[in-house]
């Protein structure tokens, strides 16, 4: 019996251990550039296979948050680059989380709450701009479903995944991307038509034929 009560307690210890080995911390950045994108780095320890980090963000104390997964690098480090916040949005409020395959928080850092400011500069190198290009936003509400990513640019949003794990296209940038393209400048028999504004730039094979010279 006392072999038993021990080796209960041995797990109940290990378990512990196990849970506290887990942990995760965001590197707060100095700024926010508005309109255009930043750069947040973190650091997680105990990442078991099927567990990933996530860095979870909003318009601080504005409805919900949103969040973007984080790139694995070696040792432990992790960096996500969310959207860009609008002229409007002047704070935002973030955190990391260490998630199961489900989407259940298993560790999670403090919360840090980032100016955003015009002046802020930060160069992204190539890896970094193309995940800020290519999105994939997640939700943690119903309400956040069809709706614009509430205080951040469209640029770079491509897919959006619901508070129950279902991945889409997002409706509502997608839209603006298409409408955008429709209005660019397209050739029409020789010509540069600028739809919706009447606008003709003449191109190379648009002018007639000169007259024949008189006599």
Same mark, same amino acid.
């Given at each position: 019996m006392?072999?038993?009560?021990?080796?209960?307690?041995?797990?109940?210890?290990?378990g512990t251990v196990a849970a506290h080995a887990q942990s995760v911390s965001v590197e707060k950045p100095s700024c926010m550039p508005s309109e255009d994108n930043g750069l947040v780095r973190a650091t997680a320890s105990?990442?078991?296979?099927?567990?990933?980090?996530?860095?979870?963000f909003r318009w601080k104390d504005h409805e919900d948050f949103y969040w973007v997964a984080?790139?694995?690098?070696?040792?432990?480090?992790f960096w996500a680059t969310p959207p860009r916040p609008e002229k +409007?949005?002047?704070?935002?409020?973030?955190?990391a989380a260490l998630v199961d395959p489900s989407g259940k928080?298993? *560790?999670?850092?403090?919360s840090?709450?980032?100016?955003?400011?015009d002046n802020c500069k930060l160069q992204l190198n190539e890896k970094e701009l193309g995940v800020a290009g290519n999105l994939t936003v997640g939700e943690t509400s119903a309400k956040q479903q069809g709706k614009k990513v509430m205080a951040f640019e469209c640029y770079g949003v491509v897919t959006r995944v619901n508070y129950q794990g279902v991945r889409r296209s997002?409706?509502?940038? +997608?839209?603006?991307?298409?409408?955008?393209?429709?209005?660019?400048?397209?050739?029409?028999?020789?010509a540069? *038509?600028?739809i919706g504004t009447g606008i003709i730039i003449e191109g190379p094979g648009n002018n007639p034929e000169p007259s024949p010279a008189r006599p």
């Open positions: 006392r072999a038993c009560t021990l080796f209960a307690a041995g797990l109940i210890f290990a105990g990442v078991s296979a099927g567990q990933a980090l996530r860095l979870y984080m790139e694995a690098e070696p040792n432990g480090r +409007r949005n002047d704070q935002v409020e973030m955190y928080v298993i *560790a999670r850092s403090e840090q709450v980032v100016r955003v400011s997002d409706e509502v940038c +997608r839209g603006c991307v298409i409408a955008w393209w429709q209005r660019k400048p397209v050739l029409v028999s020789g540069a *038509a600028l």
